[in-house]
């Protein structure tokens, strides 16, 4: 079992930026893709950015591309989630996933292929 909780969210104006952290304990020992998801109201949740177990492998949803970067720290069992130039489309609670079977080298971009989620943190970008 792995708990994550995720923080860094908050209120912002278009164009600043903002950090997202998501930190794992429990059963961290594991190799775990990570992936970082968000949800608006009245839509469905979708896939931001996700990192292999090794790091050496990162994706991004298009509409985010050049602008967030995820990156992850496995001695400190952390992902984090630059975000700049912040739109008001990317106004959502942003959520952390790990997902224990892709192995060292991949991750996937779907909801369903995670195990794990955090309780999400809040972005609101005004305009």
């Known amino acids: 079992q792995v708990q994550l909780v995720e923080s860094g969210g908050g209120l912002v104006q278009a164009g600043d930026s903002l950090r997202l952290s998501c930190a794992a304990s429990g059963r961290t020992s594991s190799r775990y893709a990570m992936g970082w998801f968000r949800q608006a109201p009245g839509k469905e949740r979708e896939f931001v950015a996700g990192i292999s177990w090794n790091g050496g492998n990162t994706g991004y949803a298009d509409s985010v591309k050049g602008r967030f970067t995820i990156s992850r720290d496995n001695a400190r069992n952390t992902v984090s989630l630059q975000m700049n130039s912040l739109k008001p489309e990317d106004t959502a609670v942003y959520y952390c996933?790990?997902?224990?079977?892709?192995?060292?080298?991949?991750?996937?971009?779907?909801?369903?292929?995670?195990?794990?989620w955090g309780q999400g943190t809040q972005v609101t970008v005004s305009s």
């Open positions: 996933a790990a997902d224990h079977g892709s192995g060292s080298y991949v991750y996937p971009r779907d909801v369903v292929s995670y195990d794990y």
